[in-house]
């Protein structure tokens, strides 16, 4: 089936509950596989401009909705980083992909860099965006945690926005670098404040698993930094110069640990891909044409 902006959609089923994943590009080539961020992310808001470009350049480009995100619903259970990272093995499996470009934002970072470790014979380079689950401490961190655990707080906070998109709307407004005159600021807003209501129909908290578990009390339970030294594949280290939720310093140097490259882009926040779409899919399609040109043929 297709849909008239985002691929060739897919509908698929995993031993949890169903995925969703979005298709672009020619069927043979260097397959890329986008990972979106928590929250009201989804891949069809995210990846909206980065998936159709790299498929346009020749790569086979796999979005993916995370479960309890966009269209892959219901899932019940724990969806912590090992969820997450043998998640993204099953996904693989399926899709019957050996190896990949593994490209994540936030979250999804994080979980990309953490299957990378896990999995290095499966991941041929690894592209990620303000990654998640770099600091060993966060500010705030027992504040943070507590409120994390407040009895049905988050899922108060989904119905909160459910009910209320037009306060979507001017958050958004202020945590876009440009406000309202990003690229494609109506449909971006219309999305989050579809995904809001999507959670709110389905139970859902307004946080990700991956994030409420990551934290502990007084420090992360989840701190990859030590361990990037430990990379096989090629890396790129992606940071919106103006992101409030992902230290510079944090990504690079994890860059740096892991004999990578880092990149800082001007005029963008966390959500790099909505700020700065296009200096986004230069900097990934340089990257790639380094380390998985896209006339090499599939993997």
Same mark, same amino acid.
């Not at 099953?90 to 860099?113: F, K, P, T, Y």
């Not at 990620?128 to 600091?135: D, F, I, K, R, Y």
């Not at 989904?158 to 945590?175: F, I, K, L, S």
């Given at each position: 089936?297709?849909?008239?902006?985002?691929?060739?959609?897919?509908?698929?089923?995993?031993?949890?509950?169903?995925?969703?994943?979005?298709?672009?590009?020619?069927?043979? #080539?260097?397959?890329?596989?986008?990972?979106?961020?928590?929250?009201?992310?989804?891949?069809?808001?995210?990846?909206?401009?980065?998936?159709?470009? !790299?498929?346009?350049?020749?790569?086979?480009?796999?979005?993916?909705?995370?479960?309890?995100?966009?269209?892959?619903?219901?899932?019940?259970?724990?969806?912590?980083?090992?969820?997450?990272?043998?998640?993204?093995?099953? !996904?693989?499996?399926?899709?019957?992909?050996?190896?990949?470009?593994?490209? #994540?934002?936030?979250?999804?970072? #994080?979980?990309?860099?953490?299957?990378?470790?896990?999995?290095?014979?499966?991941?041929?380079?690894?592209?990620?965006?303000?990654?998640?689950?770099?600091?060993?401490?966060?500010?705030?961190?027992?504040?943070?945690?507590?409120?994390?655990?407040?009895?049905?707080?988050?899922?108060?906070?989904?119905?909160?926005?459910?009910?209320?998109?037009?306060?979507? $709307?001017?958050?958004? &407004?202020?945590?876009?670098?440009? #406000?309202?005159?990003?690229?494609?600021?109506?449909?971006?807003?219309?999305?989050?404040?579809? &995904?809001?209501?999507?959670?709110?129909?389905?139970?859902?908290?307004? !946080?990700?698993?991956?994030?409420?578990?990551?934290?502990?009390?007084?420090?992360?339970?989840?701190?990859?930094?030590?361990?990037?030294?430990?990379?096989?594949?090629?890396?790129?280290?992606?940071?919106?110069? $103006?992101?409030?939720?992902?230290?510079?310093?944090?990504?690079?140097?994890?860059? &740096?640990?892991?004999?990578? $490259?880092?990149?800082?882009?001007?005029?963008?926040?966390?959500?790099?891909?909505?700020?700065?779409?296009?200096?986004?899919?230069? &900097?990934?399609?340089?990257?790639?044409?380094?380390?998985?040109?896209?006339?090499?043929?599939?993997?």
């Amino acid at each position: 089936m297709m849909t008239p902006d985002f691929g060739d959609v897919d509908d698929l089923a995993l031993g949890g509950g169903p995925v969703r994943v979005y298709r672009f590009g020619p069927p043979t #080539g260097p397959v890329v596989v986008l990972l979106h961020g928590a929250g009201l992310d989804t891949a069809r808001g995210v990846w909206r401009r980065v998936a159709p470009a !790299l498929g346009q350049a020749g790569y086979r480009v796999i979005a993916v909705d995370w479960p309890r995100h966009g269209g892959s619903r219901p899932w019940d259970g724990v969806l912590d980083d090992a969820f997450c990272r043998l998640f993204v093995e099953e !996904l693989l499996d399926q899709l019957e992909v050996d190896r990949c470009v593994l490209m #994540g934002l936030s979250l999804g970072g #994080g979980v990309a860099i953490g299957f990378a470790l896990d999995f290095p014979e499966r991941v041929r380079a690894l592209v990620v965006l303000g990654p998640g689950g770099l600091e060993e401490r966060r500010p705030w961190q027992f504040v943070t945690w507590a409120f994390l655990r407040v009895p049905g707080l988050l899922r108060w906070m989904t119905t909160w926005y459910a009910r209320r998109p037009g306060r979507v $709307r001017r958050q958004m &407004e202020g945590y876009l670098v440009a #406000g309202a005159a990003t690229p494609d600021f109506d449909e971006i807003v219309r999305d989050i404040a579809a &995904e809001a209501a999507q959670k709110d129909a389905h139970g859902e908290r307004i !946080l990700d698993d991956w994030q409420i578990h990551a934290y502990g009390p007084f420090r992360m339970r989840l701190h990859l930094l030590p361990w990037v030294d430990a990379l096989r594949c090629p890396s790129l280290w992606v940071r919106g110069e $103006r992101d409030q939720l992902v230290r510079g310093r944090d990504v690079e140097a994890a860059a &740096e640990a892991s004999g990578g $490259r880092f990149v800082s882009i001007p005029d963008a926040g966390h959500i790099v891909t909505y700020d700065q779409p296009d200096a986004v899919i230069a &900097e990934t399609l340089r990257f790639l044409d380094e380390v998985a040109p896209a006339n090499t043929g599939s993997d």
